[in-house]
């Protein structure tokens, strides 16, 4: 079993950049990818972000050229650098990794983003 655990969201003002972690309780090199989503109440949970173990990286399109996503493969953990924060950003944001081996998927609790005008 391995566990999620996200930090860095909170209170931001728009244009402003956020920088959220998820660390993992196993290496992440176990992982062959790591995401993140996020998810307003009464909507779908859209995915943000995604990073392989080969390093390619993946972006939804409402997010493209403002958020970056990386490995820090030394904490074992999967950065979200959100910057040109916009009000459509707040939300609840969750990390996500599938397991090699055995094959398994498992979240996060979310940590919540709130981008003020």
């Known amino acids: 079993q391995a566990h999620l655990v996200e930090s860095g969201g909170g209170l931001v003002q728009v244009g402003g950049s956020l920088r959220l972690s998820c660390a993992a309780s196993?290496?992440?090199?176990?992982?062959?990818?790591m995401s993140w989503h996020r998810q307003v109440a009464g909507k779908e949970r859209e995915m943000v972000a995604k990073i392989f173990d080969s390093g390619a990286t993946m972006y939804g399109a409402t997010v493209l050229g403002r958020f970056t996503i990386s490995r820090d493969n030394i904490n074992d953990a999967v950065d979200l650098q959100m910057d040109n924060l916009k009000p459509d950003d707040t939300a609840v944001y969750y990390c996500s990794a599938v397991r090699r081996s055995p094959l398994d998927t498992y979240w996060g609790r979310g940590t919540q983003v709130t981008v003020s005008s």
């Open positions: 196993i290496p992440i090199s176990d992982f062959i990818s």
